[in-house]
């Protein structure tokens, strides 16, 4: 059985957690295979085709973990277009099978292929994923850390931020959810309990997407739209989508790409120009003969 | 500096920044005097972002490279980037926001910090002067800082599409008055249409 998924040119990143198994560790990584199954397809792997299994696998790595427990596998996927075949022996995981994860907060007992394949095929249902958001971004960790303060806490607390942060909660209106107040609220309430979190970066413009997109993307209500008739009461909403939004910035370190300096930024454009040198030298030629000889220069 | 592929359609290409604080309808002035459009939505203005437009002034057709820049302090950094090569200038401020108005001193001095401003021509601008009931800054406080720094002044709205052209003819015009004193001063002027020409034309050689 063969399967095509596509994605956009937007590089995706698939971070899990496996649990430490002798049985994980004798598998092969994840392979994934160039193959097609009509001939639009084949003509354009074909092209592409030896450059594309190096291209798929950047980086296949384990690395163990603090704790010693976790194995922490990293495969980034950067091609449009992108198939994977399906072992027959590898059984795709089902609603109960994420339920058994989440319950045990471990992989204990799944390959690696059966996880990144479920994941692949998008078999996660709705409310299932919203919980894996929960379990994946470290919430319950972060949550100790923060220690005697709390998301409400953090809220309350002032900030200089604060009307930086109400001139664009107000236009940051990505979506029709947005329209109504009570949710520029949250928008609103997220930022300024991160400004307070994290005294050093405060509050900069481009944050005020990040949390809106979480937002739409964790409202039950703009998901599910056999909700639409009732009145939905998600008391925790907000404060997960802090959490999410904390793991993001600070677990994933994406502070850096806005704090004083733009120092993380500096590091992904280079990463940008670096990649754009290797895979469409003819664009990176063009930019050269125009001027723009580095890019980071127009950060400066 | 980019360059079209077809000379013949400006005389001259110019460089021109809006900054001011954050909210004060920097991006709406720019897409109503751009694209007559305007919109009460508009997302923050990340980085920088820069629109063309061709006028005619004095029957020269004078290409405006417009760019639009973020208001944040965080970003004023990687603003400065954006005044190397600037003719001209709209600097901003809110007519409601008593602050933006107040903080005009400090972009005049970055202004003067980033460019060389003898060549940089300035206009200020009170924007939103349509929201009569919230001002906060009268029209005679904007003429007279304006008279301090010996600066054109124009209170516009985006919104109702008031002074928006007025400002940038203005400001085009005083532009292009520098520009031929420049010419006329220096035979070779940063800005020579002539070479442009002669550029343009082997490379349309080289590719045809």
Sequence with gaps: MWLTKSYSFIKTRIDYHIKKSSQIQEQQPVVIKQQSSNFKNRQRSTSVNKSMTKINIIKDFYYISKDDQYVYNTIEITDNLFIEQIKKENKILEKIDWLVILKNKSFLGYKIQQIHQSIMLQTIEYDIRRQWWIFASNQEQNMKELKNQSFQKLILSDTLHKIQIKKDAARTIIHDMFKQQENQQSLKNILIAYANYDKELGYVQGLNIIVANLLVCYDLSVNDSQLNDFEIIDKDRDETVFFIFLYIMKDRNWRTVFLEGFKGLRLKIDVLEQMIKKKIPELHKHFYDEGIVKMNLYLD | ?208
């Excluded at chain 2, 990340?46 to 820049?69: A, E, H, N, S, Y």
């Excluded at chain 2, 601008?125 to 919230?134: F, I, L, P, Q, T």
């Excluded at chain 2, 292009?176 to 010419?183: E, N």
Aim: hydrophobic letters at 35%.
């Design chain 2, 1 to 208: 500096m980019s360059r079209q592929a077809n000379s013949q359609d400006y005389d001259w290409l110019v460089k021109v920044i809006v900054i001011g604080d954050s909210g004060v309808g920097k991006t709406n002035i720019l897409s109503q005097f751009c694209d007559a459009k305007f919109s009460i939505t508009h997302m923050a203005t990340l980085g920088v972002d820069f629109k063309i437009k061709t006028i005619d002034v004095d029957g020269k057709k004078l290409k405006l490279q417009i760019w639009d820049t973020a208001g944040q302090e965080r970003f004023r950094n990687i603003t400065k980037t954006y005044y190397k090569g600037a003719q001209g200038v709209i600097l901003t401020y809110s007519v409601i926001d008593r602050q933006s108005f107040q903080n005009v001193d400090g972009w005049l001095r970055s202004i003067q910090e980033n460019t060389n401003s003898n060549d940089v021509q300035l206009v200020l601008v009170g924007n939103k002067a349509d929201m009569s009931a919230e001002r906060q800054v009268t029209m005679e406080e904007g003429q007279k800082l304006s008279q301090q720094y010996n600066i054109p002044f124009f209170e516009t709205s985006a919104k109702s599409n008031m002074n928006i052209n007025e400002s940038f003819h203005n400001l085009a015009q005083r532009i292009i008055s520098t520009l031929c004193k420049m010419q006329a001063n220096d035979d070779a002027p940063k800005l020579n249409l002539k070479q442009t020409e002669g550029k343009e034309k082997t490379k349309a050689d080289g590719c045809c």
